[in-house]
């Protein structure tokens, strides 16, 4: 939800043998938009397609592309059909599947705006990619096969891993049962559907076997799982199910909600030494008038004693939120009060959106819909306010040691991620010294700047200040 981009599947680990002699082999080309939640669908659809003998991993020259779209905001909604464009233009006599959450919120009007591909199929139709890619060699016309959201969870072991093989997301549920006036997804990935406990715990070990020592695991809203299945909310039990995983280091979460982030959930986290003391809690606004138009609980007050009471249980934790400014009818007054408790609050990251207007969202058809102007402005101010804060906090780890998961290693520099920096979303810590990518070594922090730490590995002496500046790393936030 936070990212966009193109990733296609790594060759090191999908250009693998057909395993069935029984179909035709065809070298497919995976294109993943979005977020990490639609990497994982693809990592399951490449898994599903190798062990039908196909060979995923190709480009240009592929037998069949699939794009696996984004639909979640109106800029990601035209990199998508951009791409599917690109994709019919190249396809020659390949064939061109659309898939996912684009195709699922548009169906037919998505074929009728970027035209020519074989097969538009929404969201969780991973399992049946095998008998969907034999299909499109069978039929001569476009189709549309979009039917109300239903989730078939792929076979754990079918999953085709494109990522760093030391940090794996993974998924315990899809949709949401909430109805946030602004957001489409609901409507494209359907209610909350939990995967069933020991699911999640055998993808953990199978993940842990192939490698990873991180684990992300996503949701739209991590705090509402297992409730439909066991009609309990069961994160706890899962928290203290994988922290006993062999091998197993970090588990992070991705995302909370706040009105069921609960004292369970919380001593669950404190209880278990793998599971990152780390808060994303995404709240969107802080004033009451705004949040009740944006049908989202509580407000700025119960906020802050919710964070009070997290900081008191987990010691040294890492809160990240993100906000929505210009929401329809958002007064000056509004807005102060989002500023002030970005003041008060004093969190280690805070994101931001300007509001996006998406048809068929309730906030869509509201009035005082804001100028662009006015929601740019906004935004730079709440952003303006938020630097000095993220440069406090990070120089108050300056003098201290951190366990760095390292990432990328170059000319006696590493580039890593500590427990308060969520892979693609927060920052990194640079530190002099040498380590094996995937390995998690500990960092002497010697100054903290908005975005980064820097410092240096145990053992290593340490830096002169003006040597920090690793500048061919290629972190997200690269040194300033
Ligand atoms: S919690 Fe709200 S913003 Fe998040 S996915 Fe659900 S409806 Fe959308």
Redo the contacts with the bound molecule.
């Keep these: 939800m936070n990212r966009t981009g193109i990733t296609t599947p790594s060759p090191t680990f999908l250009m693998s043998e057909p395993t069935s002699p029984h179909s035709v082999s065809q070298r497919v080309r995976i294109i993943t938009l979005g977020c990490a939640k639609n990497e994982v669908d693809s990592e399951e659809i490449a898994g599903v397609l190798r062990g039908e003998g196909h060979v995923v991993g190709a480009n240009e020259d592929a037998d069949v592309t699939i794009i696996n779209t984004c639909g979640f905001l109106e800029s990601a909604k035209q990199e998508s059909i951009r791409t599917i464009q690109q994709a019919v233009a190249s396809k020659g006599n390949g064939r061109v599947i659309v898939a996912g959450c684009l195709a699922q919120r548009m169906g037919e009007e998505l074929r009728r705006l970027a035209p020519g591909a074989d097969l538009y199929v929404g969201v969780g139709q991973m399992a049946r990619f095998g008998a969907l890619v034999k299909d499109v060699f069978g039929h001569a016309e476009s189709r549309v096969e979009v039917t109300p959201p239903h989730h078939r969870w792929a076979d754990v072991a079918t999953r085709a891993r494109t990522g760093k093989a030391w940090s794996a997301y993974l998924k315990i549920s899809e949709g949401?049962d909430?109805?946030?006036t602004f957001?489409t997804?609901?409507s494209f990935r359907g209610n909350h559907v939990s995967k069933p406990i020991e699911r999640v715990v055998e993808e953990a070990h199978h993940l842990v076997k192939t490698g990873a020592k991180e684990i992300n695991l996503i949701a739209?809203?991590v705090t509402q799982y297992g409730y439909d299945l066991y009609k309990e909310f069961t994160l706890p039990k899962l928290l203290r199910e994988l922290n006993e995983i062999p091998g197993i280091e970090w588990v992070r979460l991705l995302y909370f909600?706040p009105n069921r982030l609960t004292d369970e959930v919380l001593d669950a986290m404190a209880d278990c030494e793998h599971v990152l003391p780390y808060v994303d809690i995404p709240l969107q606004h802080v004033h009451p008038d705004t949040l009740r138009r944006m049908k989202r609980p509580w407000d700025g007050d119960r906020y802050l004693a919710l964070f009070d009471k997290v900081r008191a249980r987990l010691t040294r934790v890492a809160i990240r939120t993100t906000f929505i400014v210009g929401f329809p009818g958002e007064t000056e007054a509004e807005f102060s009060a989002l500023l002030d408790f970005v003041r008060t609050a004093r969190l280690d990251r805070v994101g931001a959106f300007t509001f996006s207007r998406e048809p068929g969202t309730p906030s869509y058809e509201m009035e005082g819909q804001v100028p662009a102007r006015v929601k740019q402005e906004r935004f730079d101010r709440l952003m303006r306010a938020q630097q000095g804060i993220s440069l406090a906090i990070n120089r108050t780890y300056e003098g201290h040691s951190l366990k760095v998961l390292v990432e990328e290693a170059k000319d006696g520099w590493v580039a890593g991620r500590s427990f308060r920096d969520a892979p693609e979303i927060d920052g990194w810590v640079y530190a002099q010294g040498d380590a094996v990518p995937g390995s998690i070594v500990e960092v002497k922090v010697t100054e903290g700047r908005i975005h980064d730490l820097y410092g240096h590995l145990a053992g290593v002496t340490a830096p002169k200040r003006r040597a920090l500046t690793p500048l061919t790393m290629s972190g997200p936030s690269a040194p300033q």
Excluded: G, L, V
């Design positions: 949401c909430h109805r946030c957001c997804i609901p739209q809203d909600y």
